[in-house]
């Protein structure tokens, strides 16, 4: 099994308290139908800088990540499958999978 990290672009912040758990019982029961492949739930994030080689740093740059998670999948079909399940498509945002790599 190979190990992927979904990173999370774009969504949007519950509005209520009422909203917020709606949300992370959305999470919660995706996670729980992935099972075991779910190496680490991960977190949200937060305001983000990107820095280039020339030293600048821009606030949130092009594209910026909202959160991610790790899993155990058997490849990137099977890994990009897991992802159609994100709770983030739902609302608006998008899920960027990679092949963590071992060195």
């Given at each position: ?5 979904f990173v999370y ?44 080689s ?50």
């Open positions: 099994m190979a190990k992927y990290i672009h774009g969504g949007k912040a519950p509005e209520s308290p009422e909203e917020g758990e709606k949300v992370m019982k959305a999470w919660m029961d995706w996670f729980g139908a992935l099972g075991e492949a779910v190496v680490d739930g991960g977190n949200p994030l937060g305001m983000s800088k990107t820095v280039s020339g030293g600048v740093a821009d606030d949130g740059g092009a594209n910026p990540a909202a959160g991610y998670s790790l899993v155990n999948a058997a490849d990137m079909d099977a890994a990009v499958a897991m992802a159609k399940g994100c709770p983030m498509l739902g609302d608006g945002g998008s899920v960027e999978v990679a092949e963590c790599l071992d060195m």
